[in-house]
């Protein structure tokens, strides 16, 4: 079972297979069996989250990123509970990489519980309009989903270092690029613009 692995200068965690979108060009949509030793038989506790990272050599990597082949935040106690734990032994960075349906997910604003725990927080915006996040995204939560996340990046912004709104080029049209671009300046958050993963 998969529970840490590397990409690039980070160490990645995997909490979860669930998800509350469907994107279109989710890696999870690739049917070749690239990305399927992340596919977790089932979910690891807290507890062997926090074993697998501290069994890797932490000095080696820039960050830890909770982001895996499903939502991180489908777990959000038990990732907080590992971030929180993980402090207590390490100064090394943490990232959430997430939908930001966090807040829709747990019926609560998760977003003070992040304080003193996540160091950064990237949330997939993928479009610039709710219409299109649903077609896109085919999210479980509908329309909401999109107010939903951009609720969350901007209430995160208040507990957290680094908060990064993020689109996959080339999953969107070029002009559509600009209005995600507006929508991040007018929320004072920075665009992340990903590359999309073939």
């Known amino acids: 079972m998969t529970i840490t692995y590397e990409v690039g200068a980070g160490l990645y965690v995997n909490v979860t297979n669930r998800c509350t979108n469907s994107c279109d060009f989710c890696v999870r949509s690739v049917v070749d069996g690239t990305y399927g030793e992340l596919w977790l038989e089932r979910e690891p506790t807290r507890e062997e989250i926090f074993n697998s990272i501290l069994s890797r050599e932490l000095g080696r990597y820039s960050e830890v990123v909770f982001c895996g082949y499903g939502e991180p935040t489908e777990r959000i106690d038990d990732v907080l509970w590992v971030a929180e734990e993980l402090k207590k032994v390490s100064d090394i960075p943490v990232r959430i990489n997430t939908n930001g349906h966090a807040n829709l997910i747990a019926g609560r604003d998760v977003t003070p519980e992040l304080a003193g725990r996540i160091d950064c927080v990237s949330v997939s915006l993928n479009t610039s309009n709710a219409e299109d996040y649903v077609k ?11 107010d939903g996340l951009l609720d969350f990046a901007e209430k995160a912004g208040k507990y957290v270092p680094e908060v990064l709104l993020s689109v996959v080029k080339g999953s969107i049209p070029d002009s559509e690029l600009e209005e995600c671009k507006k929508l991040a300046a007018d929320r004072n958050i920075k665009l992340k613009i990903r590359e999309y993963i073939t």
């Open 136 to 146: 896109i995204c085919h999210p479980v939560f509908g329309e909401e989903a999109f």
